[in-house]
C-alpha cells in the first residue's frame, strides 16, 4: 500500500496560482497511477485529474481543463497539481490517491492522502 501526504493548499485570491504536492512513500509508487479529487464543502468528492503510471496519459475533469496540469516526479516520489487561474469555485479538500493499477480507468484509488484545503475568494 501507498502512503500519500499532500501539501501546499492556502487561502488565495482568485486568479492566482497553487501548486499542490502529493508525497509518497512505499515501492509501489512507481507503478502506480495517481489521481487528484477534491471534496467541496456539503458535496461530494469528486474527480479532479489522473496520471498514468509513466505520465504518458492524464485526464482531468472538464471544469479545471485547461487551468490545472498534473504530473509526476518518480524520482522524488511525487505527484503535483498545478492550478492556474483558481476561481471560488474551487474552494474544496484536495485529496491525492494512488490506484492499484498502472492506468486510472476502469478502477477506483486504492490509497488516499489526508487532504489540503484550498480557499479561493474573490
Known amino acids: 500500500q501507498v502512503q500519500l501526504v499532500e501539501s501546499g493548499g492556502g487561502l488565495v485570491q482568485a486568479g492566482v496560482s497553487l501548486r499542490l504536492s502529493c508525497a509518497a512513500s512505499g515501492r509501489t509508487f512507481s507503478y502506480s497511477a495517481m489521481g487528484w479529487f477534491r471534496q467541496a464543502p456539503g458535496k461530494e468528492r469528486e474527480f479532479v485529474a489522473a496520471?498514468?503510471?509513466?505520465?504518458?496519459?492524464?485526464d482531468y475533469t472538464d471544469s479545471v481543463k485547461g487551468r490545472f496540469s498534473i504530473s509526476r516526479d518518480d524520482a522524488k516520489n511525487t505527484v503535483y497539481l498545478q492550478m492556474n487561474s483558481l476561481k471560488p469555485e474551487d474552494t474544496a479538500v484536495y485529496y491525492c490517491?494512488?490506484?492499484?493499477?498502472?492506468?486510472?480507468?476502469?478502477?477506483?484509488?486504492?490509497?488516499w492522502g489526508q487532504g489540503t484545503q484550498v480557499t479561493v475568494f474573490l
Open positions: 490517491a494512488a490506484y492499484r493499477s498502472r492506468y486510472y480507468s476502469g478502477s477506483p484509488p486504492g490509497s
Open positions: 496520471i498514468s503510471w509513466n505520465g504518458g496519459t492524464t
